[in-house]
Protein backbone atom coordinates (compact mmCIF):
# COMPACT_ATOMS: atom_id res chain seq x y z
CA UNK A 1 0.00 0.00 0.00
CA UNK A 2 3.02 2.51 0.71
CA UNK A 3 4.36 1.93 -2.49
CA UNK A 4 1.16 2.40 -4.08
CA UNK A 5 0.72 5.40 -2.46
CA UNK A 6 4.42 6.66 -3.29
CA UNK A 7 4.49 5.95 -6.78
CA UNK A 8 0.68 7.79 -7.40
CA UNK A 9 2.35 11.12 -5.70
CA UNK A 10 5.46 10.68 -7.23
CA UNK A 11 3.71 10.16 -10.86
CA UNK A 12 1.33 13.01 -9.90
CA UNK A 13 4.23 15.52 -9.05
CA UNK A 14 5.69 14.41 -12.67
CA UNK A 15 2.57 15.40 -14.59
CA UNK A 16 2.19 18.77 -12.48
CA UNK A 17 6.56 19.60 -12.09
CA UNK A 18 8.03 17.74 -14.80
CA UNK A 19 11.12 19.90 -14.63
CA UNK A 20 11.61 19.78 -10.85
CA UNK A 21 13.39 17.49 -8.80
CA UNK A 22 10.93 14.68 -7.39
CA UNK A 23 11.54 16.13 -3.97
CA UNK A 24 11.44 13.47 -0.73
CA UNK A 25 7.83 12.30 -0.37
CA UNK A 26 6.55 10.56 2.63
CA UNK A 27 2.67 9.74 2.81
CA UNK A 28 0.66 8.03 5.64
CA UNK A 29 -3.08 7.43 6.55
CA UNK A 30 -3.86 9.22 9.94
CA UNK A 31 -7.23 8.76 11.86
CA UNK A 32 -8.53 12.32 11.68
CA UNK A 33 -12.11 12.49 13.34
CA UNK A 34 -13.42 13.92 9.94
CA UNK A 35 -12.10 12.86 6.25
CA UNK A 36 -9.19 15.26 6.41
CA UNK A 37 -6.04 15.23 4.77
CA UNK A 38 -2.92 17.64 4.43
CA UNK A 39 0.41 18.69 2.97
CA UNK A 40 3.18 20.59 4.04
CA UNK A 41 6.79 21.27 3.16
CA UNK A 42 9.36 20.70 5.85
CA UNK A 43 12.97 20.81 4.71
CA UNK A 44 12.67 20.21 1.60
CA UNK A 45 10.56 17.18 2.02
CA UNK A 46 6.62 16.51 1.31
CA UNK A 47 4.61 15.71 4.30
CA UNK A 48 1.24 14.42 3.21
CA UNK A 49 -1.29 12.66 5.60
CA UNK A 50 -4.03 10.93 4.16
CA UNK A 51 -7.57 10.73 6.27
CA UNK A 52 -7.46 6.96 7.10
CA UNK A 53 -11.21 6.65 6.11
CA UNK A 54 -9.79 6.79 2.61
CA UNK A 55 -7.91 3.28 3.02
CA UNK A 56 -8.80 1.00 0.40
CA UNK A 57 -10.14 3.55 -1.47
CA UNK A 58 -9.71 3.14 -5.48
CA UNK A 59 -6.50 4.10 -6.79
CA UNK A 60 -8.65 6.41 -9.23
CA UNK A 61 -9.76 8.26 -6.24
CA UNK A 62 -6.14 8.75 -4.23
CA UNK A 63 -4.68 9.91 -7.67
CA UNK A 64 -7.17 12.27 -7.23
CA UNK A 65 -6.22 13.66 -4.00
CA UNK A 66 -2.66 13.49 -4.97
CA UNK A 67 -3.34 16.05 -7.96
CA UNK A 68 -5.52 18.36 -5.44
CA UNK A 69 -3.35 18.35 -2.91
CA UNK A 70 -0.04 18.95 -4.96
CA UNK A 71 -2.48 21.83 -7.24
CA UNK A 72 -2.59 23.39 -3.70
CA UNK A 73 1.00 23.09 -2.97
CA UNK A 74 2.15 24.65 -5.82
CA UNK A 75 -0.85 26.62 -6.63
CA UNK A 76 -2.13 24.97 -9.83
CA UNK A 77 -5.71 24.87 -10.59
CA UNK A 78 -7.55 22.08 -9.89
CA UNK A 79 -8.29 20.00 -12.71
CA UNK A 80 -12.17 20.08 -12.74
CA UNK A 81 -12.96 16.06 -12.88
CA UNK A 82 -10.28 15.26 -10.30
CA UNK A 83 -12.11 17.45 -7.93
CA UNK A 84 -15.66 16.10 -8.69
CA UNK A 85 -13.86 12.28 -8.75
CA UNK A 86 -12.69 12.67 -5.39
CA UNK A 87 -16.28 14.68 -4.00
CA UNK A 88 -18.43 12.24 -5.63
CA UNK A 89 -15.95 9.12 -3.41
CA UNK A 90 -15.84 11.32 -0.40
CA UNK A 91 -19.94 11.70 -0.44
CA UNK A 92 -20.67 8.48 -1.28
CA UNK A 93 -23.06 6.96 1.35
CA UNK A 94 -20.18 4.37 2.65
CA UNK A 95 -17.73 6.95 3.11
CA UNK A 96 -19.92 9.65 4.48
CA UNK A 97 -21.28 6.96 7.31
CA UNK A 98 -18.13 5.96 8.02
CA UNK A 99 -17.37 9.91 8.53
CA UNK A 100 -19.92 10.12 11.18
CA UNK A 101 -19.11 7.10 13.20
CA UNK A 102 -15.64 8.68 13.39
CA UNK A 103 -16.69 11.67 14.45
CA UNK A 104 -18.79 10.28 17.06
CA UNK A 105 -16.13 7.94 17.92
CA UNK A 106 -12.86 10.26 17.89
CA UNK A 107 -14.47 13.72 18.57
CA UNK A 108 -14.67 15.01 22.06
CA UNK A 109 -16.69 12.75 24.29
CA UNK A 110 -18.62 15.83 26.05
CA UNK A 111 -21.55 16.86 24.48
CA UNK A 112 -20.37 19.13 21.42
CA UNK A 113 -21.15 23.06 21.77
CA UNK A 114 -21.66 22.19 17.84
CA UNK A 115 -24.55 20.34 17.82
CA UNK A 116 -27.56 22.66 18.23
CA UNK A 117 -31.02 22.44 18.57
CA UNK A 118 -31.44 22.53 14.47
CA UNK A 119 -27.98 22.29 12.68
CA UNK A 120 -24.84 20.87 13.59
CA UNK A 121 -22.02 23.00 12.92
CA UNK A 122 -19.17 20.18 12.71
CA UNK A 123 -21.09 18.22 9.95
CA UNK A 124 -21.82 21.45 7.95
CA UNK A 125 -18.60 22.35 8.36
CA UNK A 126 -17.41 18.71 6.92
CA UNK A 127 -19.88 19.38 4.05
CA UNK A 128 -18.69 22.55 2.85
CA UNK A 129 -15.11 21.46 3.02
CA UNK A 130 -15.72 18.33 0.57
CA UNK A 131 -17.92 20.98 -1.66
CA UNK A 132 -15.38 23.49 -1.68
CA UNK A 133 -11.95 23.11 -0.27
CA UNK A 134 -11.21 19.82 -1.41
CA UNK A 135 -11.60 18.31 1.99
CA UNK A 136 -8.41 20.09 2.82
CA UNK A 137 -9.16 22.68 5.53
CA UNK A 138 -8.66 21.29 9.34
CA UNK A 139 -11.68 21.70 11.48
CA UNK A 140 -11.18 24.39 14.35
CA UNK A 141 -13.47 23.88 16.80
CA UNK A 142 -17.06 24.68 16.36
CA UNK A 143 -19.74 26.07 18.50
CA UNK A 144 -22.93 27.99 18.72
CA UNK A 145 -22.45 31.63 20.57
CA UNK A 146 -23.39 31.35 24.15
CA UNK A 147 -25.82 34.54 24.07
CA UNK A 148 -28.14 35.26 21.03
CA UNK A 149 -26.20 38.03 19.84
CA UNK A 150 -27.66 39.48 16.24
CA UNK A 151 -25.06 42.31 16.02
CA UNK A 152 -22.31 39.54 14.40
CA UNK A 153 -23.51 36.30 12.00
CA UNK A 154 -20.57 34.76 13.15
CA UNK A 155 -16.45 34.92 13.18
CA UNK A 156 -13.90 33.14 13.51
CA UNK A 157 -11.40 33.71 17.10
CA UNK A 158 -8.15 32.77 15.90
CA UNK A 159 -7.06 32.80 19.79
CA UNK A 160 -8.97 29.67 19.99
CA UNK A 161 -8.70 28.66 17.04
CA UNK A 162 -12.71 28.62 16.52
CA UNK A 163 -15.59 29.87 14.31
CA UNK A 164 -18.66 30.55 16.38
CA UNK A 165 -21.63 31.09 14.70
CA UNK A 166 -25.04 33.00 16.81
CA UNK A 167 -27.11 31.33 18.39
CA UNK A 168 -29.99 33.40 16.57
CA UNK A 169 -29.56 31.20 13.88
CA UNK A 170 -29.64 27.46 15.28
CA UNK A 171 -33.74 27.57 14.57
CA UNK A 172 -35.39 25.09 12.12
CA UNK A 173 -37.59 28.25 10.27
CA UNK A 174 -33.59 29.75 9.49
CA UNK A 175 -32.96 27.39 6.17
CA UNK A 176 -29.75 25.39 6.28
CA UNK A 177 -28.19 27.55 2.89
CA UNK A 178 -28.19 30.50 5.60
CA UNK A 179 -26.37 28.64 8.36
CA UNK A 180 -24.11 27.38 5.20
CA UNK A 181 -23.24 30.52 3.85
CA UNK A 182 -22.62 32.13 7.69
CA UNK A 183 -20.04 28.96 8.34
CA UNK A 184 -18.82 28.90 4.44
CA UNK A 185 -17.98 32.95 5.10
CA UNK A 186 -15.64 31.93 8.41
CA UNK A 187 -13.92 29.10 6.20
CA UNK A 188 -12.91 31.25 4.05
CA UNK A 189 -10.99 33.29 6.53
CA UNK A 190 -9.09 30.17 7.42
CA UNK A 191 -7.50 29.54 4.10
CA UNK A 192 -3.95 30.02 4.42
CA UNK A 193 -2.56 32.60 5.26
CA UNK A 194 -4.81 33.29 7.88
CA UNK A 195 -4.38 37.01 8.64
CA UNK A 196 -4.48 37.38 12.11
CA UNK A 197 -5.58 40.34 13.12
CA UNK A 198 -6.84 40.49 16.12
CA UNK A 199 -10.38 38.56 16.76
CA UNK A 200 -13.06 41.76 15.77
CA UNK A 201 -11.37 42.43 12.69
CA UNK A 202 -12.19 40.72 9.44
CA UNK A 203 -10.66 41.20 6.36
CA UNK A 204 -12.05 41.01 2.94
CA UNK A 205 -9.96 41.62 -0.23
CA UNK A 206 -10.83 41.45 -3.71
CA UNK A 207 -9.98 37.43 -3.83
CA UNK A 208 -11.95 37.15 -0.45
CA UNK A 209 -15.13 38.82 -2.07
CA UNK A 210 -14.57 36.51 -5.90
CA UNK A 211 -14.23 33.16 -3.75
CA UNK A 212 -17.26 34.37 -1.46
CA UNK A 213 -19.15 34.79 -4.31
CA UNK A 214 -18.54 31.22 -5.80
CA UNK A 215 -21.33 29.42 -2.86
CA UNK A 216 -24.50 29.06 -4.83
CA UNK A 217 -26.82 31.04 -2.55
CA UNK A 218 -25.16 33.94 -1.65
CA UNK A 219 -27.55 36.45 -2.98
CA UNK A 220 -30.49 34.58 -1.04
CA UNK A 221 -28.92 33.71 1.98
CA UNK A 222 -27.66 37.63 2.72
CA UNK A 223 -31.48 38.56 1.44
CA UNK A 224 -32.66 36.47 4.59
CA UNK A 225 -29.96 37.67 6.94
CA UNK A 226 -30.19 40.88 6.79
CA UNK A 227 -33.78 40.61 7.50
CA UNK A 228 -32.99 38.88 10.60
ZN1 LIG B 1 -15.38 38.12 7.47
Not at 122 to 149: C, K, Q, Y
Not at 155 to 181: K, L, Q, T
Request: proline letters at 6%.
Amino acid sequence: MRERLLNIFHETYRELRPRAPLPEVAVEFFPFANVNNTIRMRDGKLLVRLSDLLEGAPDAVLRSLAHILLSKMYRRPVEREHAARYRRHVSSHAVSRQAHLARQTRGRKRISAAQGQAYDLEAIFDDLNVRFFHGLLGRPTMTWSAEHARNRLGHYDPAHNAIVVSRVFDDPRIPRYAVEYIVYHEMLHLKPPVKLRGSRRCVHSAEFQREEKLFPEIERAKALLKRR
